[in-house]
C-alpha cells in the first residue's frame, strides 16, 4: 500500500529538489564562464590598448621635443651634432629609446642612431615603416583614433599648424618594437621656408621582454610575456596587431578568470548553504512520507473499523455483504457450492437480563471463538448485528452443512465458564441455505437462510434446518393471511368468543376469558395461535386487541358478578399506551375495573423489565387484575415471577394433562399450586377437560378451572345462556 503512494510523492519533490540544485549550480557555472569569456575579451582588448597606452604614453613625451624651435631648426639643418646630443643621446639615456630616426620633409633619411650608438647621417629607415612615414603624410591619416595624437599649435606668425604623432607596434629587425612618428615643428618661430611638409622623428622603443613586464606591470596582467604558440596551460593570450591588421606576435599573460575564481570561492559557501536547504527538504519529505503514511493508516484502520465489529473484531453487516459477494461470486465461477449460515443465540436477552451485559459480552466473544474454529477454509465469519452470526462456508453442500450446523449447535450448547467465573449455558438456533441449489443472488440467500433460522427457532427443537421450497409457500402463505387480516380489521369481521372460568367445583362461573376468533370467507377459520402470532409480527395486534377488550368489556356487562379476562400481548404492553388504552375501555364502558382481568404471558417481561413492570403497575393502579398466562411454558421461576406482583396464575393447559394421573406430571403441578398458594394469588387451571382432572385440581387447592369439560368458547349469546343455565342449576341445587 506504502509503496506507490509514498514515490508519487517522494520522487517528483526529490526531483525537484535535485532539478533546483543542478539548475543553480548549472546556472552558476554557465554564469561563470560567460564572466570570464567577456573577461577574456576584455583583457585581451585592454592588452592591446596597453601597448598602444605604452606607445601613445610616449608619444606625449616626445611632443616636448618634436614641437620644439630648436628641434626644428637643428633637423632642418641637419645638424649631426645637436641630433646626435638629443635624440641619440638623450632620449636613449633618459627616455629609454632604443632608435631614433630623422627623416626630412620630403623622406629623405637624414639621421639614424641605434641603441645610443653615436648617431649616422642618411641612415635609412627599417623597410616596415614605411607605412606608417605614408600614413602620417596623408592629408587624413587612415588609422584608428587611439593611435593617432593631433595637437594645434600657434606659431607667433599668427598660422596654426597641427602637430601629429602617430603611434604603431611594428616588427623591427623580426622583434615587436613600439613605434612613434611625430612631425617635428617649431613652437613659436616660423616654419622653415621651403619645406611643404615637416620632417619626422621616429623613436622606437623595443617591446623585449623587460618591457613587455613592466607594461604587464603597469596594467595587472602577471607573467605577461611573448610566446609563439599561444596555447601554454594556466594561460590566456592574444594577438599583438600593428594598425594595418598584420600579426606582430602574441601576448600570453597568467589566467585571470574572475567567474572561475568567483565560483571556486563561492563554492563552498554556497555548499554550505545548499546543504541546509537540502536538509530542509529532507526534513520535509520525510515529515511529508510521515504524515502520508498516517494519513494512509488512519484511512485504512478507519475501513477496517467501518467493517469490524469492535466486541468480536469479526467483519460487521458491511464486511459481511462485500465478503458475501464476493464468495458467491468465486463459487459460481468455480462451479462450487457456498453454505449461508445464520446463527441466532435464543433468548439472548435473558443473559443480559440475568447477568448483566459484561456477561452477555463476554459470551457473545466466547461464541465467535468457538465458530471461527470451525469455519472452513476461505470461509467469513460475521457478526451482523447483536446476537446473531453469519458464517459463509465455500465448498461445503447439504451433507457437510448438516454436519457443520449440527457441530456448530454442540459447540454452542458447551458451557460457557467465563473470566468472572460464571458459568453460562446459551442455546442457539441455527438456519442455513445453500447456493446455488436455494438461491444465486445474496439477497436470495440471505432471505431464506433467514426463513430457515425463523422455521428453527418456532420448532425449538434444537436442531439446524436447511432451508426447503415450502418455506417459500410458507412465506407467501403468510403474506396472503396477512393481507386477509388487515381486510377483516378494517371490516370488524374478527369476532369475539368467551370461554367461561368456572369454580373448582365447576358449578359456579365465576369469569369468562375473551378469545379473538377470525373467519375468513375464502379460507374458513382461522385460529389464533396462527393469526396472533402474525398480528404480534405486523403490528396489528393494536388493533385486534383493543378490539377484543371494547366487545369483552361491553358485553361483559350483560353478566353481573362475571369477571371477564383479555389476552394482552407483549408488544402492546411495550409498543402501545396500553394503560390508557384499557382506562378509556373502562371509561366508556363503564364497566367497573374490578370485573377485568388482563393476562399477559412471562415473554412480555423478557424484552423490557422495567416497562413491563411500569405498564403492570398502572394497569393494577385502575384497579384492574393482572393474570400470569401460560405459566410453565417458559424459562422463568415462580420466585422470580413472583417479583412482578401477578394477581393470578393460569398454569398452561400442558401441566393439566397429568393431574391426578400418578406417573405424570402432577408431582410438579402440586408443588406449583402450593407455591402459588403461598405467594397469595389466585390459581387457575386452563384446559380441564375431565372430571378426574377436575377433582385432583380441586383437592390440590387449585382455585378455578377452565376447559373443554365445563364449556368450549362460547358466542356471547350462548355465554349468556350458559351463565342462564349455570344460575338456575344452582338455584335448584340451592332450593
Ligand atoms: P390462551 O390465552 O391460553 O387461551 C386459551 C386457549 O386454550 C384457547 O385457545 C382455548 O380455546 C383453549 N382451550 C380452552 N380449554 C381447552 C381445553 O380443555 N382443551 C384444549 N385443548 N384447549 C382449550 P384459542 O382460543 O385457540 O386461543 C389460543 C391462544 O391465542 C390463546 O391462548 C391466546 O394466547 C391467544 N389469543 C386468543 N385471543 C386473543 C386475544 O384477543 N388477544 C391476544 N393477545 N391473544 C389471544
Ligand atoms: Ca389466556
Ligand atoms: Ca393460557
Not at 632608435?99 to 647621417?121: F, M, N, W
Not at 614605411?130 to 595637437?151: F, G, W, Y
Not at 464476493?326 to 443473559?351: H, M, P, Y
Request: aromatic content about 6%; glycine content about 8%.
Amino acid at each position: 500500500m506504502g509503496q506507490p503512494t509514498k514515490s508519487f510523492l517522494t520522487l517528483p519533490i526529490a526531483a525537484l529538489c535535485v532539478a533546483t540544485i543542478v539548475v543553480v549550480l548549472a546556472s552558476l557555472y554557465v554564469g561563470a564562464r560567460e564572466v570570464d569569456r567577456v573577461a577574456l575579451a576584455g583583457q585581451q582588448t585592454t592588452i592591446a590598448q596597453a601597448v598602444n597606452q605604452h606607445g601613445l604614453a610616449h608619444a606625449r613625451e616626445l611632443r616636448l621635443m618634436t614641437v620644439w624651435d630648436e628641434a626644428h631648426d637643428n633637423v632642418s639643418a641637419v645638424n649631426l651634432d645637436w641630433m646626435d646630443k638629443y635624440l641619440g643621446g638623450y632620449l636613449n639615456e633618459v627616455l629609454g629609446y632604443d632608435r631614433l630616426y630623422v627623416i626630412s620633409g620630403d623622406d629623405k633619411p637624414l639621421y639614424g642612431s641605434i641603441g645610443g650608438a653615436k648617431g649616422t647621417l642618411g641612415m635609412p629607415l627599417p623597410p616596415s615603416v614605411e607605412k606608417l612615414v605614408r600614413a602620417i603624410r596623408a592629408s587624413k591619416p587612415q588609422v584608428p583614433a587611439d593611435h593617432i595624437q593631433a595637437t594645434q599649435v600657434s606659431l607667433d606668425n599668427g598660422k596654426t599648424v597641427e602637430h601629429r604623432s602617430i603611434v604603431d607596434v611594428l616588427p623591427i629587425d623580426g622583434k615587436p618594437a613600439s613605434v612613434i612618428a611625430s612631425t617635428v615643428l617649431p613652437d613659436h618661430g616660423s616654419l622653415r621656408e621651403g619645406s611643404e611638409k615637416p620632417s619626422l622623428i621616429i623613436a622606437m622603443t623595443n617591446l623585449d621582454e623587460s618591457e613587455i613586464e613592466r607594461i604587464g606591470n603597469d596594467f595587472g596582467f602577471r607573467g605577461l610575456h611573448w610566446v609563439q604558440d599561444s596555447t601554454r596551460p594556466g594561460y590566456d593570450s592574444a594577438d599583438i596587431r600593428s594598425i594595418d591588421g598584420a600579426s606582430v606576435g602574441s601576448l600570453a599573460w597568467q589566467e585571470h578568470r574572475p567567474g572561475r575564481e568567483f565560483l571556486s570561492r563561492a563554492a563552498p559557501g554556497l555548499m554550505l548553504a545548499l546543504l541546509p536547504i537540502a536538509a530542509i527538504a529532507y526534513l520535509l519529505l520525510a515529515w511529508g512520507n510521515r504524515q502520508v503514511k498516517q494519513l494512509m493508516e488512519s484511512e485504512a484502520h478507519a475501513k477496517r473499523a467501518a467493517r469490524t465489529d469492535s466486541l468480536t473484531e469479526l467483519p460487521n453487516l458491511v464486511a459481511l455483504r462485500e465478503n458475501f459477494e464476493r464468495l458467491l461470486d468465486e463459487a459460481k465461477r468455480g462451479g462450487s457450492t457456498l453454505a449461508v449460515v445464520s446463527i441466532d443465540i435464543d433468548r439472548f436477552k435473558s443473559i443480559n437480563d440475568a447477568f448483566g451485559h459484561a456477561v452477555g459480552d463476554a459470551v457473545l466473544k466466547a461464541c465467535a471463538v468457538r465458530l471461527k474454529k470451525m469455519m472452513p477454509e476461505n470461509g467469513c465469519l460475521s457478526r451482523p448485528d447483536g446476537d446473531s452470526f453469519v458464517m459463509l462456508a465455500p465448498a461445503v453442500d447439504a451433507p457437510a452443512a448438516a454436519e457443520l450446523t449440527s457441530d456448530m449447535i454442540a459447540a454452542l450448547s458447551e458451557p460457557f465458564d467465563l473470566d468472572s467465573g460464571t458459568r453460562v449455558f446459551i442455546a442457539v438456533s441455527i438456519g442455513y441455505a445453500l447456493a446455488p441449489l436455494d438461491g444465486v443472488t445474496v439477497g436470495e440467500l440471505t432471505r431464506r437462510a433467514e426463513l430457515a433460522l425463523r422455521k428453527a427457532k418456532a420448532d425449538a427443537e434444537g436442531e439446524a434446518v436447511g432451508f426447503t421450497r415450502d418455506m417459500d409457500a410458507e412465506v407467501t402463505f403468510r403474506l396472503m393471511l396477512e393481507t386477509a387480516l388487515r381486510a377483516a380489521i378494517a371490516d370488524g369481521s374478527i369476532d369475539v368468543m368467551y370461554q367461561p372460568v368456572m369454580d373448582a367445583s365447576g358449578q359456579r362461573v365465576l369469569g369468562v376469558e375473551a378469545l379473538a376468533r377470525w373467519t375468513d370467507s375464502d379460507l374458513g377459520p382461522i385460529s389464533p395461535v396462527v393469526f396472533i402470532p402474525l398480528a404480534e409480527e405486523t403490528g396489528l395486534i393494536q388493533h385486534i386487541g383493543e378490539l377484543v377488550l371494547r366487545r369483552a368489556v361491553e358485553d361483559c356487562k350483560a353478566w353481573p358478578g362475571v369477571l371477564v379476562a383479555v389476552n394482552v400481548s407483549a408488544s402492546q404492553i411495550h409498543h402501545g399506551d396500553i394503560v390508557e388504552v384499557v382506562r378509556e375501555a373502562l371509561e366508556d364502558s363503564q364497566l367497573p375495573p374490578e370485573r377485568l382481568e388482563i393476562e399477559i404471558t412471562e415473554s412480555v417481561l423478557l424484552a423490557d423489565e422495567k416497562r413491563a413492570n411500569e405498564q403492570m403497575r398502572g394497569l393494577q393502579s385502575l384497579g384492574v387484575r393482572i393474570a400470569l398466562d401460560d405459566f410453565g411454558t417458559g424459562y422463568s421461576s415462580l420466585q422470580y415471577l413472583s417479583r412482578f406482583g401477578f394477581d393470578k396464575l393460569k398454569i398452561d393447559r400442558s401441566f393439566i394433562d397429568g393431574a391426578g394421573d400418578p406417573a405424570g406430571s402432577s408431582v410438579v403441578l402440586a408443588s406449583i399450586i402450593r407455591l402459588g398458594q403461598d405467594l397469595k394469588m389466585t390459581i387457575t387451571a386452563e384446559g380441564v377437560e375431565t372430571e378426574a382432572q377436575r377433582r385432583w385440581l380441586q383437592t390440590s387447592g387449585c382455585n378455578e378451572l377452565q376447559g373443554y369439560l365445563f364449556s368450549r368458547p362460547l358466542t356471547r349469546a350462548d355465554m349468556s345462556a350458559f351463565i342462564a343455565s349455570r344460575r338456575a342449576e344452582a338455584k335448584a341445587v340451592a332450593s
